[in-house]
């Protein structure tokens, strides 16, 4: 059964900074895209960043030139680093994954619990 677990979030000031992981644990073959999505409270679920296996990626327009996501394959684990935090970056933190697992033929897509994130003074 493959899981994803997320680490890293918690309390921190405006400006500061926090780095995110999540480790994709279980019955892997193969880990296609991997992403990192967001809720605010009363808000709907919006991408924040995301890489492809080949190292390219993309971010919301809210977090560019702040947030930095990277991978390492190695260890079925993705990272984002979070730099300059502001309010408005409060949220639950989601990772997400195309997984394909041994024995297989497609890739499903997964998501971890969540990971909370507060920015305040």
């Known amino acids: 059964q493959v899981q994803l677990v997320e680490s890293g979030g918690g309390l921190v000031q405006p400006g500061g900074s926090l780095r995110l992981s999540c480790t994709a644990s279980?019955?892997?073959?193969?880990?296609?895209?991997m992403g990192w999505y967001r809720q605010a409270p009363g808000k709907q679920r919006e991408l924040v960043a995301r890489?492809?296996?080949?190292?390219?990626?993309n971010y919301a327009d809210s977090v560019k030139g702040r947030f930095t996501i990277s991978r390492d394959n190695a260890k079925n684990t993705v990272y984002l680093q979070m730099n300059t935090l502001k309010p408005e970056d409060t949220a639950v933190y989601y990772c997400?994954?195309?997984?394909?697992?041994?024995?297989?033929?497609?890739?499903?897509?997964?998501w971890g619990k969540g990971t909370l994130v507060t920015v305040s003074s």
């Open positions: 279980g019955n892997i073959f193969s880990i296609n895209t």
């Open positions: 997400n994954a195309d997984i394909g697992e041994l024995g297989y033929k497609v890739y499903m897509n997964y």
């Open positions: 890489i492809t296996s080949g190292g390219s990626t």
